[in-house]
């Protein structure tokens, strides 16, 4: 679907979401392919009309325990807020460096809000990119949500 930003792509199969993706603007949206691409495709257009907006996906289960643990703590992050790779980090008992790779692995952004992760010193990286779009994407989500 086409996005303020550029583009999100939804993967499904059976009854999960299994990838949400940024995609640059050059990206030619489609119709959804089943009931849960048309659920996710419904719930992105109610978030970009309003930052509050909460989604409840059918999300399948991907990743270590370890990133589990990372992307719930992600997700309790409030909209309008951030916090930084070193405080996830030290909650977590882990190294800020292990934060920003589950960071960037993360399978479901936007439902995990992983563009409310900032590095100590600035916006920091965005889905292992250190600038182009997606950057543009997570400054974007983050004035979106009034926390820049």
Not at 22 to 41: K, N, V, W
Not at 98 to 124: E, K, M, W, Y
Request: aromatic share 10%.
């Amino acid at each position: 679907m086409a996005a303020p930003f550029g583009a999100v792509g939804i993967v499904s199969a059976g009854e999960l979401i299994h990838d949400i993706e940024f995609l640059p603007h050059a990206y030619p949206p489609a119709a959804p392919t089943d009931r849960i691409s048309a659920m996710a495709l419904n719930q992105l257009e109610c978030y970009f009309a309003d930052p509050d907006f909460r989604f409840n996906l059918p999300l399948a289960r991907r990743g270590s325990e370890y990133r589990r643990r990372i992307w719930a703590a992600i997700a309790e992050i409030p909209r309008g807020r951030t916090r930084t790779y070193g405080e996830l980090a030290h909650a977590a008992r882990s190294i800020a460096r292990a934060v920003g790779q589950a960071c960037g692995d993360n399978p479901f952004p936007l439902v995990i809000p992983c563009h409310r992760v900032v590095s100590a010193a600035g916006l920091g990286g965005f889905a292992h990119s250190s600038g182009g779009f997606l950057i543009d994407t997570k400054r974007w989500l983050l004035h979106h949500e009034g926390a820049i």
